[in-house]
């Protein structure tokens, strides 16, 4: 296992600002956001050849390419699964972050369940032709949002090149983390690391707060991913709110990280 900064974590600065952090951090990797003004969501060749080598540059490499990419989803879909693919392509990252429809798995129906299947099915397909692999995110409205959904939606898809981006649900009356980690191995292929607090006690409002310091116990879930062969990328998606100084809290993240 390796330690990897999500780019998103500084969105309101520019690309070059997070990798020279995740340099001075000791960061193995990035994870690129897949939106301005780090990376264009159209494919650019020249513009993504800038940030793979300016990724290189600095010693790292690229975890995941984090897009925007929804199958399934409900409403226009403005991006395409060639320009998705050609950024990964173009930054050399192994995996391609993608989302499973744009409603919670509660309230799909049949027809979008078969549909989004349907569309991860194909482009799972396209993706393992170009040597990556896609990873939904299990992310709130969407159809990973648990981990039985996620579970059954790789099973579904059942394709080698689709698999999961596990995080833990922030809502910590609703699912265990170990537990939502449980039911979507072997099939995480990418993780993002946050931590949360409740906010004035109530379990369905939180904090997002350091990692080694919420209601989140990374140290069993890291155990567990370690049994089951995982030797892919944790990664610090976004800084502690409860941190005024942003820097020293993502590298205390990735120490954090290291340590176990």
């Excluded at 393992?128 to 299990?138: D, F, I, N, Q, V």
């Excluded at 009356?173 to 449980?182: I, Q, T, Y």
Aim: charged share 25%; hydrophobic share 45%; glycine share 8%.
């Amino acid at each position: 296992m390796k330690v990897a900064l999500c780019t998103i974590a500084f969105r309101e600065r520019l690309l070059e600002y997070s990798l020279d952090l995740a340099c001075e951090c000791g960061f193995d990797a990035v994870e690129i956001w897949g939106r301005e003004p780090h990376i264009s969501e159209v494919y650019d060749a020249n513009r993504v050849a800038a940030a793979r080598k300016m990724v290189a540059e600095r010693g790292l490499t690229v975890a995941v390419f984090g897009s925007y990419l929804r199958f399934g989803a409900t409403q226009p879909e403005e991006l395409t699964l060639r320009d998705m693919l050609q950024i990964g392509a173009g930054l050399e990252a192994p995996v391609v972050r993608v989302w499973a429809s744009d409603v919670g798995s509660a309230e799909a129906d049949n027809g979008l369940w078969t549909r989004a299947v349907a569309e991860c099915h194909d482009a799972a397909c396209a993706a393992e032709k170009m040597g990556m692999r896609l990873a939904a995110e299990m992310h709130s409205n969407t159809l990973a949002d648990t981990g039985a959904c996620a579970r059954r939606l790789v099973e579904d898809v059942d394709h080698p090149a689709f698999g999961l981006n596990y995080q833990a649900s922030p809502r910590l009356d609703e699912e265990d983390a170990l537990a939502r980690l449980e039911l979507a191995l072997p099939d995480v292929y990418h993780l993002h690391a946050q931590n949360y607090v409740p906010l004035n006690g109530a379990l369905d409002k939180v904090e997002r707060v350091g990692l080694g310091e919420g209601s989140i116990d990374y140290a069993p879930l890291v155990s567990r991913l370690r049994e089951a062969g995982y030797d892919g990328y944790l990664a610090v998606e976004f800084c502690a709110s409860n941190h005024e100084d942003k820097r020293a809290a993502i590298k205390a993240d990735c120490a954090y990280l290291r340590g176990l």
